[in-house]
């Protein structure tokens, strides 16, 4: 197989430079992971969001969606576990003063400058605030730190509402926080970042089948959205490392270049949050199941994604550098419906000849597709410029559109075959090689 050869220090200038990722903060020296999205991110990142929901949401009939608050009361927290089991084990470097996970160490001296470490301190990731004008014990309050907790306690309000029967999922895309000892690898690791999550909610008995198939579609999921098979792998939780409320665990993970690692976690829940948010709160959240007859408190099967994780896989996996008269052709081979920008639209030059037509293309395209328009130095360089952003298609009017056959050229980003199309027929010829 062959190895990645892109690394982390080119994504990272690449997001900067064309406006997909910036460093939190900068001008006031940055600030300890936190990242925001630029032009080109932001779009994207909708794009990632909005291809998740219409795969799990809009093309299915037996899921619905939920936008949970992302301050909830404490006891939330409480009956799930986190506040006395969300810790972690700290240690520091007596001499350089880094501080590291102790699960995360190999070796009892530091990674850095291989001094000595403190004994491990223990202590909640979870973000604490408070709620009201007085900071006191009764008004703590914390920034959730995954999204799943929202589902499970509008679990009854949902199905009430909605009037669903077994099976079926709650999906959510919202902010997560935590304060993590040692984030890093630019988007990978955060302290604040955004989740895609579905709780499927199935029948006990039935949930080893259900897992096996929301395993199969998620994988599938980023294959068909632009990401090589290869380098993709499932890899099955061990006993040992199983989460609390666990049964079982697969997670997708991705070869990125600093190794593999996961970008989703597909696992089975049982009826674990139900049954502690039940008793926690006195609420019956059992549902009549019509097929035994009987109340039961349904199993769950977990599908959770980081969006910022499949921000950077389609973007590390799009990456591409090929040769060309001019030295080095950079590529973003991102799907269509990844890609910040859809269609370009490129007037030959800044002619006045050729202006008020490109613009006319470009107020007829808008209202379609996501679209650019560029007419600043000469076309070779913006399609160059197109190509490293991911734009798919790129639409140039030239002389001949406005002297002779009101047609355009067609140029495609990975071919760049190029073809004549009338304005007339433009709409439905990119709709074409864009979707179909």
């Not at 081979?333 to 490129?346: E, F, N, Y």
Request: with cysteine; aromatic share 12%.
């Amino acid at each position: 197989m062959q190895e990645k050869t892109v690394d982390m220090d080119t994504i990272v200038s690449l997001s900067k430079r064309r406006g997909f990722v910036f460093p939190g903060s900068e001008i006031y020296g940055g600030f300890g992971s936190f990242w925001d999205y630029g032009p080109l991110g932001v779009e994207m990142k909708r794009n990632v969001k909005d291809a998740w929901w219409r795969a799990v949401v809009h093309r299915r009939d037996d899921v619905v969606g939920l936008d949970a608050a992302i301050i909830m009361h404490p006891a939330v927290w409480k009956a799930s576990g986190h506040v006395d089991g969300f810790i972690e084990a700290l240690v520091e470097c007596k001499v350089c003063h880094q501080r590291f996970r102790q699960d995360q160490l190999e070796g009892g001296t530091c990674p850095s400058c291989q001094g000595l470490l403190t004994e491990p301190r223990w202590f909640n990731t979870m973000f604490r605030t408070f709620v009201g004008p007085i900071q006191d014990d009764a008004s703590v309050a914390y920034l959730r730190p995954e999204t799943a907790q929202g589902i499970f306690a509008n679990f009854r309000n949902v199905q009430i509402a909605t009037r669903r029967k077994l099976p079926f999922g709650i999906a959510q895309i919202g902010k997560a926080f935590r304060n993590e000892i040692t984030p890093g690898n630019f988007l990978f690791r955060q302290r604040e970042f955004e989740q895609m999550e579905i709780e499927y909610f199935v029948r006990p008995g039935t949930d080893d089948e259900w897992h096996q198939r929301w395993i199969r579609d998620r994988f599938e999921w980023y294959v068909s959205h632009g990401v090589k098979r290869e380098n993709l792998r499932l890899r099955p939780h061990e006993s040992d490392e199983l989460a609390h409320y666990a049964k079982g665990c697969a997670d997708i993970e991705y070869r990125f270049p600093f190794g593999w690692a996961e970008i989703e976690g597909i696992a089975n829940r049982t009826d674990f949050d139900l049954r502690r948010h039940s008793t926690a709160s006195g609420q019956d959240l059992t549902m009549f199941d019509e097929q035994s007859g009987e109340h039961i408190l349904p199993y769950v099967i977990e599908p959770s994604a980081g969006v910022d994780r499949a921000f950077l896989v389609f973007l590390i996996d799009a990456y591409d550098e090929e040769p060309d008269k001019e030295g080095t052709r950079v590529v973003l081979r991102l799907h269509p419906r990844i890609a910040p920008i859809q269609v370009a639209v490129l007037p030959l030059s800044r002619n006045a000849k050729l202006v008020p037509t490109a613009r006319e293309v470009w107020g007829q395209l808008r209202e379609h597709f996501v679209t650019s328009y560029d007419d600043a130095q000469s076309i070779g360089r913006r399609y160059r410029r197109q190509d490293e952003v991911g734009t798919p298609l790129c639409v140039t009017v030239d002389f001949q559109t406005v002297e002779e056959d009101r047609a355009v050229t067609i140029r495609d980003r990975d071919t760049m075959d190029q073809v004549r199309v009338p304005i007339a027929e433009l709409v439905p010829a990119l709709r074409e090689r864009l979707f179909d």
